[in-house]
């Protein structure tokens, strides 16, 4: 495995606003409308966001429209977990033909993620975010062997 992660080359460094929202998730007071306007410079996080907060896991009554809504509604540390998720996957950009189809996993790892969180908050509240990055990262080493073995 040792020699797969050296073969997969220099890992690119996460782009600078992922790197901006996961910092600022990280501070003790975030200031939701600081966050939700860096998120928003970003249409690809902000639809899967926004596809978050109105999936069935949050059974809203009303579809959530905003970026500010949709963080005040999933929690920082949940947008921490998705940008550093979305990140990642971006980071091993798909190729024609590839047996691994870019998409599909990263649905797959949503759905872990949510029902890893779901599955974590009946026990513990204070360990739910945790749940949800081990369930989006769980998968990750398949994106190294799409990289260095991609005829595998």
């Known amino acids: 495995m040792k020699s797969h992660v050296i073969t997969a080359g220099a890992i690119p460094v996460l782009p600078?606003?992922?790197d901006q929202v996961i910092r600022m998730a990280l501070e003790d007071e975030v200031p939701i409308p600081k966050i939700a306007g860096l998120i928003e410079k970003d249409q690809?996080?902000?639809?899967?966001?926004l596809s978050l907060a109105n999936s069935s896991y949050y059974k809203?009554?009303?579809t959530v429209?905003?970026?500010?809504?949709?963080?005040?509604?999933?929690?920082?540390?949940a947008v921490r977990t998705l940008t550093l998720g979305m990140s990642v996957v971006d980071l091993f950009p798909s190729r024609k033909n590839a047996p691994?189809?870019?998409?599909d996993f990263w649905r797959h790892s949503m759905a872990c993620a949510l029902f890893s969180q779901a599955m974590m908050e009946s026990v513990?509240?204070?360990?739910?975010?945790r749940a949800f990055c081990a369930g989006l990262l769980h998968d990750i080493g398949k994106m190294?062997?799409?990289r260095t073995e991609p005829d595998a």
């Open 100 to 103: 691994l189809d870019h998409t």
């Open 44 to 49: 690809a996080l902000t639809a899967h966001l």
């Open 124 to 129: 513990s509240q204070g360990l739910s975010a």
């Open 144 to 146: 190294v062997l799409d």
């Open 16 to 18: 600078d606003l992922a």
């Open 65 to 77: 429209s905003t970026v500010r809504d949709a963080v005040v509604l999933i929690g920082t540390d």
């Open 60 to 62: 809203r009554s009303r």
